[in-house]
């Protein structure tokens, strides 16, 4: 089993910053992608940035230029800076990970959430 932690969410105002962390734990060989997703109330969650093991990235339009993910593989982490903040961004924000076990299995795995809420 893979475990996903997160840390680092909470109430900022408008314009402010945030920086996710979220740590995996487990049978872990290799995480292939690592990523951060939001889901708003009575919205779908929605991908926000994405990182492969050799540093690729993609964002959603909505964050280019304020979010950066980065992530440490050697400590299985993944990282959100959050910059510029905007009301919109309020959401509960999961991490995910994709990768292989040491028996060859894959794996797919959700961190619990964390809240972000930003103010005006």
């Known amino acids: 089993q893979v475990h996903l932690v997160e840390s680092g969410g909470g109430l900022v105002q408008a314009g402010g910053s945030l920086r996710l962390s979220c740590a995996a734990s487990?049978?872990?060989?290799?995480?292939?992608?690592m990523g951060w997703y939001r889901q708003a109330p009575e919205k779908q969650r929605e991908l926000v940035a994405a990182?492969?093991?050799?540093?690729?990235?993609n964002y959603a339009d909505s964050v280019k230029g304020r979010f950066t993910i980065s992530r440490d593989n050697a400590k299985n982490t993944v990282y959100l800076q959050m910059n510029n903040l905007k009301l919109e961004d309020t959401a509960v924000y999961y991490c995910?990970?994709?990768?292989?076990?040491?028996?060859?299995?894959?794996?797919?795995?959700w961190g619990q959430g964390t809240q972000v809420t930003v103010s005006s």
């Open positions: 990182i492969t093991r050799g540093g690729s990235t």
């Open positions: 995910n990970g994709q990768g292989s076990g040491y028996m060859g299995s894959q794996f797919r795995s």
């Open positions: 487990g049978s872990i060989f290799s995480i292939n992608v």
